[in-house]
């Protein structure tokens, strides 16, 4: 099993490196994290600066966990959707479920480990930044200098590749139940979604709850802004989660318009996300993830400034966080974006090179991608935006009085702008490229 | 009902059914089929496209579970079974030969012939492993991936594999279709040798020539066994096939169902 496991890590490079990616880039985070709480721990740290320094990575590491284990588990959903015959192949000769998703974790918990290692080392890197750059702004003394020791960030790596690993035995469920002759039937469909609908639904309560405690606190309160900012992230999970049903919805409503177009790209598009929605579903859980999270945070920022003007320390510092925040999440939402879109298209070269076989020039297999991910798109940036917005309106009530502060403009239009960037440009470049190589044999 | 277990009888199945509700009218592709297959036989299963051959295989199997009735396989009843017994059934009791080899291309011949062993948990005895290799005529080739063998030899690699666990039933689903004549000769070959030696082998196929190498040949026409020929010679075989195209056009042609 285990040499199994080795061997289709070989296999399977491009799987591999997604997930490498993303465990290295949240070890670098969390043993970042990591180093800055054994900072505030230590004894050679002053008094002053405990609190600060031990308050700090302790949110934004929990956050980052989270949306590690989630990025992990959606990547190996992706990758497994590649090996289909492959399971099906050893669920024919016997392999349990079980085994499948060991063998699965097994591979994965091999990549993240070998990602740790310079993970750790980077977070370092980044444990320092973070603990100078707060020195200057006067938040705390940083007299006692960065101390992270060893144990700190050694541990987070393994929390990192422990997530990575039990995500990968979550993400893998799907794929390792299927039947070892065909599809799931539409009723077993159903009956895994339910779980899942519950899952986003109290994700999406609990997050608006946590925004709406920010109604109850002081306006120059620093935890109206611990509040909100996990209600935007849970927020955005709990929509994230609900890319199905959102995708199922929008195929309904965007469907008549894309016929319209007339284009045959659009409209094998529209064909393609009613058929296999679970296709395209990574690309909208990534992108809603970003948007969600991202305009959230950005939006937090603006209301701030637009409240209190060019604040003190205090404020300066926690602009400084928000913006650390988001521009981590955000690559980090992009680089699984990416990775997913890439995996999801190249494994659509069997179709595409059927398409090529009766005549479908490289530029209309590229715009149905196209279509697809445009479609993709604006599902997640309504959903996204929306959740947001929610999410921030009790801070926007808190800082400025008025509901309708929580609509902040260019924030939202700069994150939109991200968004559609990063996924159209990638499906564009991915989608040429595969479509023209990829040639009926 | 009581259930004797008969040791010459390797499977049987009890009316076994299976509907498939696609939402429209529903398609019955096994109606009522009753099923006996005696210990060490060698079974060809034929019929049109469509006729049920492969639903019944994948029930008999219990890759499936039929709608109504039951299925025996030794001691133990297939279609009682949770997805972890079957699993462990497939891995045990069943061995499987499809036309799409299903090797692994990542590990070797010996190490995709002792897979099935290795999930089971047990250490696989490679001097048994080789020997089996060379009884199915790839003595050499044991190192070697399954990319870099032919059609033919990769389904001996899959035959092999099928054997490792000494299955009570080798399923065969056309294990000849995507082989030349002479690959698929030397399949049928020893999958004949197999069944001297003992060996219980089911096998769906369209092709009268590969019938004919088995004891017994059953036809299956719209979900029911219509016929039986023993001792097939492909002529016989190609006969009755005819003739049973023949009448399901008809059947088609006049709208009435079989
Ligand atoms: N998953 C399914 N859903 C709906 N109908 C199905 C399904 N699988 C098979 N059928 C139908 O059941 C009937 C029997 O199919 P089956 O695959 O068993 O035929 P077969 O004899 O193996 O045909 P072939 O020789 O073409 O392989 C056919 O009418 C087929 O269309
Ligand atoms: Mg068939």
């Known amino acids: ?441 | 009902m009581t259930i004797t277990i008969d040791k010459t009888v390797a499977l049987s199945t009890t009316a076994l059914s299976c509907t498939y509700d696609t939402g429209g009218t529903p398609i019955h592709a096994l109606r009522s089929v009753d099923l006996t297959i005696r210990r060490g036989s060698f079974t060809a299963i034929m019929g049109p496209s469509g006729s049920g051959k492969t639903t019944l295989m994948h029930c008999a199997a219990g890759l499936q579970k039929p709608t109504s009735g039951s299925v025996h396989l030794g001691d133990s009843e297939v279609t009682a079974l949770d997805e972890k017994s079957l699993a462990r059934l497939r891995r045990v009791a069943i061995g499987f030969v499809f036309q799409s080899f299903n090797l692994l291309p990542a590990l070797t011949v010996i190490e995709n012939v002792e897979l099935p062993v290795r999930l089971e948990g047990i250490r696989p005895d490679r001097a048994a492993t080789e020997r089996l290799l060379a009884r199915v005529g790839l003595g050499e080739r044991t190192s070697h991936r399954p990319p870099q063998l032919s059609g033919g030899q990769q389904q001996r690699v899959a035959i092999a594999r099928a054997l490792i666990a000494e299955p009570a039933v080798v399923f065969a689903d056309e294990p000849t279709g995507a082989l030349d004549l002479r690959s698929a000769r030397e399949v049928l070959t020893l999958l004949r040798e197999l069944a001297d030696a003992g060996q219980t082998i089911i096998m769906v196929t369209h092709d009268p020539a590969a019938a004919a190498y088995s004891d017994e040949v059953l036809f299956l026409a719209d979900g029911r066994i219509v016929d039986r020929l023993p001792d097939p010679t492909s002529r016989d075989v190609a006969v009755r096939m005819s003739a049973l195209l023949d009448q399901a056009e008809r059947a088609n042609a006049t709208g009435v169902a079989l």
């Open chain 1, 1 to 441: 099993m285990i040499r199994l496991a080795l061997l289709s890590i070989a296999r399977h490079r491009a799987g591999a490196a997604a997930t490498a990616l993303v465990t290295l880039v949240g070890v670098v985070l969390l043993s970042g994290m990591a180093g800055v709480m054994a900072t505030g721990l230590a004894a050679s740290t002053p008094g002053d600066d405990r609190a600060f320094l031990v308050q700090f990575p302790a949110i934004l590491g929990s956050w980052i966990l989270g949306i590690v284990a989630f990025a992990v588990i959606s990547t190996v959903g992706v990758a497994l959707g590649g090996r289909t015959d492959e399971i099906r192949g050893l669920r024919l000769i016997g392999a349990t479920p079980g085994q499948v998703r060991r063998m699965v974790a097994i591979e994965t918990l091999v990549i993240a480990t070998t990602a740790a290692v310079p993970g750790v080392l980077l977070g370092y890197a980044l444990g320092a930044v973070i603990v100078t750059t707060t020195a200057t702004t006067g938040v705390i003394s940083g007299a006692g200098g960065f101390v992270p020791g060893v144990l700190a960030p050694v541990l987070a790596g393994l929390i990192v590749i422990a997530a990575a690993t039990i995500g990968a035995f979550v993400g893998s469920r799907e794929a390792a139940n299927r039947s070892p002759i065909g599809e799931p039937t539409a009723k077993r469909r159903s009956q895994a979604a339910r779980p899942r609908r519950i899952l986003a639904g109290a994700l999406i309560l609990i997050g608006l709850a946590s925004s709406a405690t920010a109604l109850v606190m002081e306006p120059d309160s620093v935890y109206a802004t611990a509040a909100t900012g996990p209600g935007c992230v849970l927020v955005a999970v709990g929509a994230a989660l609900l890319a199905t049903e959102m995708l199922t919805l929008a195929e309904r409503t965007l469907l008549v318009a894309l016929h319209r177009l007339g284009g045959v790209g659009a409209r094998l598009a529209a064909t393609n996300i009613r058929i296999a929605p679970e296709r395209i579903r990574p690309a909208v859980t990534f992108l809603t993830l970003f948007v969600g999270v991202a305009a959230g945070t950005l939006s937090m920022q603006s209301i701030e400034n637009q409240a209190a003007g060019s604040g003190d320390g205090i404020g300066q510092l926690m602009a400084a966080i928000n913006y650390l925040v988001v521009l981590l999440i955000a690559a980090f939402m992009s680089i699984a974006l990416i990775n997913n879109l890439i995996a999801s298209i190249k494994q659509r070269r069997g179709e595409l090179a059927v398409m090529s076989s009766i005549g479908a020039t490289t530029g209309q297999s590229t715009r149905m991608l196209v279509c697809e991910t445009a479609m993709a798109t604006i599902v997640a940036v309504v959903v996204g935006l929306v959740g947001s917005i929610a999410a921030v309106i009790p801070f926007a009530i808190l800082k400025t009085g008025t509901v309708a502060d929580a609509v902040q403009g260019l924030p939202l239009i700069a994150v939109v702008i991200a968004a559609s960037g990063i996924a159209l440009l990638t499906t564009v470049i991915t989608g040429k490229q595969t479509a023209r190589t990829a040639r009926a044999v």
